[in-house]
């Protein structure tokens, strides 16, 4: 069988019950069809880059799945029909994750503060490698 990745977007107005059943449906398709979800993991409600039919936030949910690819196409036909969900993704992978995914660890990551090599630069943004500014004063006179 092969190993998936399946991440869908919920609507941002459900609740965390509604969205929880969301999972489980798509967790008893894939079991009814001789699949086996590994993991669930609920990103929570997150932020989306641009509006997708009139919601500016979303669910996120990501499953592990290992299946034949027939029961992935049930999945996302299933998917496709549920209007609760506005956007979803299926992607193979070689390997799942045994751990918490990317999106789980990002409180594992350096504060913002730690910015690397924009750190020396002075209040002004002026580089070491440069010299001062020139303000209006210093710039030559206009042609009268």
Known sequence: MALYEHVFLARQDLAQAQVDALAETATKIVE????KVTKVETWGLRSLAYKIAKNRKAHYVMLNIDAPGDVVAELER?????????RYMTIK?????TGPS???????R???GDRGPRGDRGPRGDRED??????REDAAPAAE
């Open 102 to 108: 990317v999106m789980m660890r990002k409180q594992d």
């Open 78 to 86: 299933q998917t496709q029909i549920n209007e609760d969900i506005i």
């Open 110 to 112: 350096p504060e913002r």
């Open 32 to 35: 009814e069809n001789n699949g």
């Open 93 to 97: 992978v070689d390997e799942l994750e």
């Open 130 to 135: 440069r010299g001062p500014r020139r303000d």
